[in-house]
């Protein structure tokens, strides 16, 4: 069911230098930071010529990341995004098989203007998992 690998999202507290490390260090192409406001980050996606790395920072108050950073103080891998053809779908056949989908089961819509849908870590390895329509 899940295809490709879309990304690896790292959170960061210092989005500036997390970008720099990306760009500077490792020679990669980084996009500019986008506010995303109905998810509480701000994002830079790191190109990569076979998938990409997503750096979150939090924004707002009450950011999704925070307790995350709060225990990982010098960021972290955060969550791992697959490709999935058909995401109502896919959700149907994780909830038979058990899994929990967060946040209602409702797809939203995610950092690249795709509906998305994150499954509970203690049903996947212990790992975040993130699914984007295709
Ligand atoms: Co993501």
Redesign the pocket.
Known sequence: MIGRL??V?IAVKDMAKAAAVYRDTLGAGVSEAVPQPDHGVSTVFVTLPNTKI?L?EPLGADSPIAKFLERNPDGGIH?I?YEVDDILAARDRLVAKGARVLGGGEPKI??HGKP?LFLHPKDFCGTLV?L?QA
């Open positions: 879309n990304h999202a997503e979150l969550h995004c995610g950092a998305v993130e984007e």
